[in-house]
Nanobody, 129 residues
């Protein structure tokens, strides 16, 4: 089992930056697919960014490409989402997610809610105009 705890959300003006953290416990995040999703009020939970198991392949939702960066520190068992040039439409609850362990390497990342097995409680990001 993997427990995930997000932090780093808050209120920021348009054009500003935030760095979200996802601290994992219970199991290592090494060689495990990880991702970030977000959900605005009245909207479905949507993929934002993700890693493959090996970490050599990342993917981003089109609207955040060039603005958001996913990274991880295996020694700290933590995944990050650096968010720059924030826009009001980025306002949402952001969730960290992990897929079950499948092997030591892999080139795929996953973009659907049902692709993931473990979820954090979320952290609120609000971007004002």
């Amino acid at each position: 089992q993997v427990q995930l705890l997000e932090s780093g959300g808050g209120l920021v003006q348009a054009g500003g930056s935030l760095r979200l953290s996802c601290a994992a416990s219970g199991r290592t995040i090494r060689n495990r697919v990880m991702g970030w999703f977000r959900q605005a009020p009245g909207k479905e939970r949507k993929f934002v960014a993700g890693f493959s198991r090996s970490g050599d392949n990342t993917g981003y939702e089109d609207s955040v490409k060039g603005r958001f960066t996913i990274s991880r520190d295996n020694a700290k068992n933590t995944v990050y989402l650096q968010m720059n040039s924030l826009k009001p439409e980025d306002t949402a609850v952001y969730y960290c997610a992990a897929r079950r362990f499948e092997g030591v390497s892999g080139s795929y990342y996953y973009t659907e809610v049902n692709d993931y097995d473990y979820w954090g409680q979320g952290t609120q990001v609000t971007v004002s105009s």
